[in-house]
């Protein structure tokens, strides 16, 4: 049996996140809580234990893991031609559940399957995950469950279904909800919602309809002074009519 690193307490705490970095800087696959369920994950740019976390779940090449971040800043050192409305969300969203995917960085040398050209990056909101991350970086994470069964919201749960494929459980208590993350679909002019979860897809069409330019007043009527006729603003409240803008 792999072995369980308590990170419940404080006492245990930053032992277990260091059994943890340690055996995903040795190329280990390790199971780590976020802020939505555990996740399966090794180093984003080791291919072969890429490759082992597909095998633990069943997966295939053809659905590459997510990869996980400790911060926003690293989202401009995995991907290109980031939309503005993309970097609005993620400013508003992150840390939490929201996993975009977005153009890869051709330079990047990693293999993490079949993903087209394209990443899907998250910043969990969780303290564990986000230690683990400062540690080691960038890493390739899905949810710590076989394929076709229900996604773990505890370490027992997720070793119960990966056993010893897994080198690490970092325990960091049951996960509150179990929802996964909301994915969206960046890569085109607008969010596409890939898979619904704990961000409500109404959230994300609302900081990319608040990204988009005002558009622009119309024309103002022009009057000739030497008209007889005039425009009568008898009626019309001068404050309202001063304070008003373009329309957004």
């Known amino acids: 049996m792999s072995p369980v690193v308590d990170a419940t307490s404080p006492d245990s705490r930053e032992d277990a996140i260091t059994t943890t970095a340690d055996a995903v800087r040795a190329g280990e696959v390790v199971v780590i809580p976020t802020d939505t369920v555990y996740g399966i994950g090794c180093d984003a740019f080791s291919a072969e234990a890429v490759q082992a976390v597909l095998d633990a779940k069943g997966r295939g090449r053809d659905m590459p893991p997510p990869v996980l971040v400790p911060d926003q800043r690293t989202l401009d050192g995995l991907a290109r031609d980031v939309p503005a409305w993309v970097r609005d969300l993620v400013e508003a ?31 969990p909101d969780d303290e564990l995950a986000l230690a683990v991350l400062a540690e080691v970086g960038p890493m390739a994470v899905t949810s710590a ?104």
Request: glycine share 8%; aromatic share 2%.
């Open 145 to 248: 469950n076989r394929t076709g069964e229900p996604p773990a919201r505890t370490a027992v749960e997720a070793a119960s279904q990966l056993g010893a494929s897994v080198a690490v459980y970092l325990d960091g208590g049951p996960r509150p909800s179990g929802e996964p993350s909301t994915i969206v679909d960046c890569t085109g002019d607008e969010p596409v919602i890939l898979r619904s979860g704990a961000l409500p897809a109404s959230r994300v069409r609302q900081v990319f309809a608040d990204a988009q330019p005002a558009e622009p007043p119309p024309p103002s009527a022009s009057v000739d002074d030497t008209s007889t006729t005039h425009l009568d603003t008898s009626d019309i409240d001068s404050d309202t009519a001063e304070s008003e803008g373009p329309t957004r």
């Open 93 to 123: 969203e992150w840390p939490g559940p929201l996993t975009v995917v977005v153009h890869a960085q051709p330079s990047l040398h990693w293999d993490l399957g079949e993903t087209r050209g394209t990443v899907a990056l998250r910043m």
